[in-house]
């Protein structure tokens, strides 16, 4: 039974009544953030009941050492961490002495969390009896500034409601924190300055070995009545943690407010002896804006996301929710206004896969930048990984290639490789191709060639080297097979001639020598520079094609389907929907041995190359595979439902469509795979959006045009959607009627729908 207590509603996440058993699934799901910085739902109060304390800063992280029982050569050196940063939320309280901790009060009543994503605020509210028999209301409201993305802000409110009382606030910053998953329990933090400023207190504090500099700074003040206090009572000082007291009595039935902004300045934005003065300065912003003029701001930033991201469906409140909550996490997640970030699995809601870079960015995330923000935002996640190719090379190195051929990380955070499972970091090589995917993708849907002559064939040279010198020739197929690979399905490890990957190698190789040609053609300077400096001969181009021309691929006459790999028949061919439902999901009942002899897909692999080269095949092809591979399919990957609700769409199996695209929407919010409170999977979020415009709206891009093919779930009268395509904003809307295309922006423009020519 998946978990249902999250309340339907079009724009908000709501969570009714308290339970103990619940507290960390929700620290997940109310999770906030503004692309700099983010954190999990934690109480701001102490809390004695379990919790999973986490607040993150992008682009900081941890090498923490690799931990293996046996070393090989090639293992990557470490596992990078993204790290849990200094907390600046906590404020602990106490009434009439007694600390407010829902974890001992006598009885709680009216607790009630609410995201409100339209406007973009996280609030909870509850009235508790406390240990010594007063009862208090509590509304605490807090955000991270999208205008001001440095600061955070919290308006904590408490009201006596059957006696006069004592509150005391103890607004805190705290740096003696750790990581839920430490390899080795390092200390990752070294804490070297702590200093208050009449109501400002600031932390200094760097990372162990990979030394960046962050100043964790708060600024509090009370409000009771007319009353403003902004001098603390005291000042409470220790190794690791700094905090001030106010102290109020409250009279029965008046409200007391304590008002804290907190945040972060780091070292890749300021220098790093300036930081407690830029600390300063992003308070002085915010505190003349004052808490209510801070918030009247982020929902005017909202809305400007919303005006062109939103999804609106109409008849389905659960499909609504479920897809604006994907929506508010990825704009929660990155903005696109930092190049040197990247969007990680878990984004800032966790610390599991490391909060690093993984194939999802160019597989499912770029289409969603592409097309719902300006297009530089996609071209600068491009340019991230043009800025680590020398590094993809060294990890080519590492493992015995040569010549530059680069393999891209399946894991990284400043370009290396940072997984520590071997049968990933060796052999699960496909990512290699889908970055070279997300270039072609990128450049037919934009008409932007330039990152190619600039950057990107330096990129798919490296990468097509690689290719070249992974396959080898077998004499027994008389073909260039690829031996001990893993494919998107991690459930099988150290196969022969993964169909996926193979197909990826051939088309990489394919297109690297066409866009040689077109930049030859179009931009012979930057064609000559490339030429000389990566040494690229013809001899070399010679041999690419050969092996483009002759790959193997697995295939079988009986079915009538190309093989996932080379022994996918001789599993015992059981289907998903014989298994024994209390076994399920696999990968928490089985070990790890029966899972790889075992037929089951944890997500597409061999239909992820369907859904990339569409194109490249027929319907019935499409059919044929999918019938027979979703059958085995589990979807114990997050980035399973979308690809498949995308092609049931395609087959115009509308039903099947819906159910997939309910399970990618509300994958988090209804807990398929019980995880959810380990982190939300963000980057799988994306592919959501695809599920909606790529599947039931039928969008593709052919011979440079726009194309749709429209459907519609019947249990929705009505859904829209927007697209930035080529500097004209257009907006797609559904019903069971028919479909209307309306230009919101720029000039007149051509599409096809259901392949009939319709000029906007």
């Not at 931990?67 to 090989?72: A, F, H, I, L, S």
């Not at 300055?193 to 200094?204: G, L, M």
């Not at 990825?330 to 878990?346: A, F, H, M, V, W």
């Not at 969603?368 to 800025?387: C, D, G, H, I, S």
Request: charged share 25%.
């Amino acid at each position: 039974m998946n978990q249902d207590y999250i309340q339907p509603n079009p724009w908000s996440i709501i969570e009714e009544g308290f339970d103990k058993e619940r507290v960390k699934s929700s620290e997940s799901l109310f999770s906030i953030g503004n692309g700099a910085m983010g954190q999990r739902a934690n109480f701001e109060e102490s809390y004695s009941g379990p919790t999973f304390q986490g607040s993150y800063i992008g682009g900081v992280y941890y090498p923490d050492k690799t931990r293996v029982g046996w070393w090989k050569n090639g293992y990557p050196e470490y596992f990078a961490k993204v790290l849990n940063a200094p907390n600046w939320i906590g404020i602990h309280v106490s009434i009439n002495g007694e600390p407010l901790d829902l974890g001992t009060c006598t009885n709680i009543k009216g607790f009630k969390r609410e995201l409100n994503m339209k406007e973009g605020w996280y609030r909870r509210n509850f009235v508790a009896t406390t240990s010594n028999n007063i009862e208090i209301e509590v509304v605490a409201t807090r955000f991270l500034s999208l205008s001001y993305d440095e600061v955070g802000a919290i308006c904590f409110e408490i009201t006596p409601l059957n006696s006069d009382a004592e509150i005391v606030f103890n607004p805190f910053i705290d740096a003696g924190i750790t990581n839920e998953d430490s390899n080795w329990d390092d200390k990752f933090w070294n804490t070297t300055k702590i200093e208050s400023d009449k109501n400002r207190a600031f932390i200094e504090s760097h990372t162990m070995k990979t030394n960046f500099n962050v100043c964790t700074f708060m600024q509090a003040h009370l409000v009771y009545g007319d009353t403003l206090k902004e001098t603390p009572d005291s000042l409470n000082q220790e190794e690791l943690s700094i905090g001030f007291e106010f102290t109020q009595k409250a009279k029965k039935g008046e409200k007391v407010n304590l008002v804290k902004y907190g945040g972060y300045t780091v070292d890749r934005n300021h220098e790093a002896d300036k930081l407690t003065e830029s600390a300063h300065a992003a308070l002085d912003q915010v505190s003349a804006l004052g808490f209510d003029g801070l918030l009247e701001e982020q929902k005017k930033a909202w809305a400007r996301i919303w005006e062109m991201s939103d999804i609106a469906i109409e008849g389905d409140v659960k499909a609504q929710q479920g897809i604006r909550f994907n929506i508010f996490q990825l704009n929660q997640t990155y903005l696109g206004t930092d190049s040197r970030l990247n969007i990680g699995p878990k984004g800032f809601t966790g610390e599991k896969y490391g909060g690093s870079t993984y194939w999802d960015t160019e597989a499912y995330c770029i289409p969603f930048y592409m097309a719902t923000k300006n297009q530089e935002v996609a071209r600068k996640l491009l340019k991230y990984r043009y800025n680590h190719l020398e590094k993809a090379i060294e990890n080519a190195e590492k493992l015995g290639f040569t010549n530059g051929a680069a393999l891209y990380p399946m894991v990284t955070m400043n370009g290396e490789e940072c997984h520590n499972e071997w049968e990933i970091t060796f052999e699960e090589i496909h990512r290699n191709g889908a970055i070279a995917y997300a270039i072609f993708n990128y450049t037919r849907y934009t008409q932007d060639y330039s990152y190619i002559p600039e950057m990107g064939l330096e990129v798919l040279i490296g990468i097509a080297r690689f290719w070249q010198q992974r396959v080898n020739w077998s004499a027994h197929h008389n073909k260039y097979v690829m031996l001990g690979v893993t494919g998107p399905n991690e459930y099988e490890n150290n196969v022969n001639n993964n169909w996926y990957t193979n197909y990826l190698a051939k088309w990489c190789l394919e297109y690297t020598l066409e866009q040689l040609e077109y930049v030859q053609q179009e931009h012979p300077n930057d064609y000559k520079r490339v030429l000389e400096k990566t040494q690229l001969s013809n001899d070399e181009t010679g041999l690419w094609k050969k092996v483009a021309a002759h790959m193997y691929f697995p295939y079988s006459e009986e079915h009538g389907i190309y093989l996932q790999q080379d022994g996918f028949l001789d599993k015992d061919l059981i289907r998903v929907a014989d298994l024994d439902k209390k076994e399920r999901p696999i990968n928490q009942h089985w070990s790890w041995d029966r899972i790889l002899r075992s037929p089951y897909i944890k997500q597409a692999d061999t239909l992820q190359g369907f859904y990339f080269f569409e194109d490249h095949f027929t319907n019935e092809e499409l059919e044929k595979h999918f019938d027979f591979y979703e059958s085995f399919t589990v979807h114990e990957s997050s980035l399973s439902p979308c690809v498949h609700a995308i092609q049931a769409a395609k087959l115009s199996r509308m039903d099947q469509a819906y159910t997939f695209y309910l399970r990618t929407s509300r994958l988090d919010l209804d807990d398929y795979n019980k995880e959810v409170e380990e982190g939300l999977h963000i980057t799988s979020m994306a592919g959501t959006w695809m599920s909606i415009v790529e599947g039931f709206g039928g969008m593709r891009i052919r011979d440079g045009k726009l194309c749709f093919s429209p459907q519609i779930p019947e249990q929705w009268e009505m859904y829209s959607f927007k697209l930035n395509f080529r500097d004209r904003v257009l907006k797609v809307t559904v019903t069971q009627e028919g479909t209307q295309f309306d230009i919101d922006k720029g000039d007149t423009l051509e599409i096809l729908v259901n392949d009939s020519k319709v000029t906007l």
